[in-house]
């Protein structure tokens, strides 16, 4: 998915692959179109736009014009491009819209869910507060959120920058379902988001991650890009 | 104002289904609550949470239904992120309306009184804004620009100011069109909101004086009505404007951008130079800021004569 020329989130991308594919590809277009999908996360656009052209929903040449300037694929998510359900970027918001979208679902009593990937640092802000709290209050039971935890963000580690261990206790007591699992595994992801679709409850799930994962020289770390020329040729032969 | 728009909103509720409600703990205030006693499913207090309340209004357009976000215009600007990025970025089908704007909420001082809130709105791509005058212009406006408006509007209105200046004699109405309140030949006065009726009081002191000015209501500030302000700006040469808002950015501003487009003539903006306070009457703190009738008449002689040198 990647090419040589953008400034894009690569570790933030890799560390939500399965978690993208579990959703995308196992729980929402292909069984139930009147799913939402929300990548709040929005500076992960790279690997939803991956997922959307496998699911033939982007033209393939598309991915190596990311970012261009006559290109369709904007850095961060817009829903002039198929299958992007909500434009996102500015971290929370995006989440914060969903809760609303699974409101309207429910006023009309139709059927469907709304996932929405967020990252650990976009814990931070506090519309996320704002919106976990009211989806509790309307009891938002199609609403599903996945955690990317990849203990990582812009400016260092998740921990250093404000302490998040206690996140899980939070949903929990504002009203929501929570569960963890392995974010690089998909049978886990799989069975977990089963649980949360049966959930009576808004559910999150906080799934572990690496960020950069599948890259050594950045894994765990808060670089978004390697040296190019080692990754090179690896990509290449890929 | 409040109770026409609360009764209003009780009546479009009825005519369609898809409007729903968003305030952030505002819902007495705003008199919303006429359309919660009626419409509780689609009613929706977010609690304090203004950013949540704007994104929870654009989740709910983007999946159909028609939201009107109902709140305090100062506290509506913590979220202006969330209103260019979730609404007008997404062009969302989200009607904003900012209660207790300008220095309408007297009482409460600075921290409440929104006066930069046009300049804000009206740098966002794809946002309208209209600024009604009076229970009126509410009444002949709103079926229009909540039902069948598409896309973002911000509609400011004050906190409870309520007599009726505009008359029933102009028509169906139509977005970016200006209403002409009074012709003259000397001078044109612009306001827009409740304090045209201190510019309507001013145009009859002026023409005691033997100044014949027209006044115009520029509800319509996003689009605005290039045409009428040319037409004014040749009629008269010289042109004022009066807001309840910061001097930068606002409908002096908007006017202004049209004039050195249009037809370039001697023009003051009027309105205000900083933040507001509290006092115990409305019209105790226009006289202070001076936004009075009395100060209307004297920026608009200080213009003519200055125009005459």
């Not at chain 1, 599903?144 to 400016?155: H, T």
């Not at chain 2, 949470?49 to 209004?57: C, G, K, L, R």
Request: charged share 25%; aromatic share 8%.
């Amino acid at each position: 998915m990647y090419t040589f020329d953008q400034n894009i989130h690569l570790g933030s991308s890799l560390s939500a692959v399965e978690i993208v594919t579990a959703v995308l590809f196992k729980h929402i277009r292909s069984c139930n179109s009147k799913d939402w999908f929300v990548l709040s996360k929005g500076h992960a656009a790279p690997v939803l736009y991956a997922a959307l052209i496998e699911l033939g929903m982007i033209p393939r040449e598309e991915m190596r014009r990311i970012q261009a300037i006559d290109g369709i694929l904007q850095g961060h998510p817009e829903i002039h491009v198929e299958g992007v359900d909500v434009s996102s970027g500015s971290l929370g918001q995006a989440f914060s819209v969903a809760v609303g979208i699974a409101m309207a679902i429910k006023l009309k009593r139709e059927e469907g869910r709304v996932y929405v990937i967020m990252g650990d640092g976009e814990q931070d802000e506090g519309e996320v507060w704002e919106a976990m709290n009211n989806a509790a209050k309307l009891n938002l039971s199609n609403l599903i959120v996945i955690i990317d935890e990849n203990d990582f963000q812009l400016d260092g580690h998740v921990e250093d920058i404000r302490p998040k261990h206690y996140l899980p206790y939070v949903w929990h007591a504002v009203g929501w379902d929570v569960f963890m699992c392995n974010g690089h595994d998909i049978a886990s992801l799989d069975l977990t988001l089963e649980k949360a679709e049966n959930s009576r409850h808004p559910s999150v799930i906080f799934a572990r991650t690496i960020r950069g994962k599948g890259l050594k020289s950045i894994e765990n770390t808060k670089i978004q890009k390697p040296d190019l020329n080692l990754v090179k040729p690896i990509l290449e032969n890929a | 104002m409040r109770e026409t728009l609360g009764k209003m909103l009780l009546s479009l509720g009825e005519q369609d289904e898809s409007l729903v409600l968003v305030t952030a703990d505002v819902g007495d205030s705003t008199r919303a609550m006429y359309f919660r006693e009626k419409f509780t499913s689609r009613y929706f207090n977010v609690g304090i949470s203004e950013q949540h309340m704007v994104n929870f209004a654009a989740g709910l357009a983007r999946a159909g239904f028609k939201p009107v976000v109902i709140c305090f215009s100062m506290f509506l600007m913590r979220a202006w992120e969330q209103i260019r990025n979730s609404v007008c970025r997404m062009d969302l089908n989200v009607k904003f309306i900012a209660t207790h704007s300008g220095l309408s909420d007297f009482a409460d001082g600075s921290s409440h009184q929104a006066l930069e809130d046009i300049a804000l709105m009206r740098v966002i791509p794809g946002m309208k804004i209209f600024v009604p005058a009076d229970s009126f212009e509410i009444e002949r406006s709103l079926s229009n620009l909540l039902i069948e408006n598409r896309g973002p509007l911000f509609y400011r209105i004050g906190r409870d100011f309520n007599e009726i200046i505009t008359k029933d004699c102009y028509g169906e109405f139509e977005l970016g069109k200006a209403l002409v309140l009074e012709e003259g030949d000397d001078i044109t006065l612009i306001g827009a909101g409740s304090i045209l009726k201190n510019v309507l009081e001013a145009c009859n002191d002026l023409r005691k004086l033997g100044i014949k000015a027209s006044v115009l209501d520029m509800s319509s500030i996003k689009p605005i009505d290039e045409n009428t302000i040319e037409r004014f700006a040749r009629r008269t040469g010289l042109i004022m404007t009066v807001e309840e808002h910061s001097i930068y950015g606002g409908l002096g501003s908007a006017v202004a951008e049209v004039i050195i487009k249009k037809y370039p003539v001697p023009m003051r903006i009027v309105g205000m130079n900083g933040f507001g306070r509290s006092a115990r009457s409305y019209q105790e703190l226009l006289e202070y800021f001076k936004l009075d009738k009395k100060s209307i008449v004297n920026y608009a002689i200080e213009l003519l004569k200055n125009a005459k040198h």
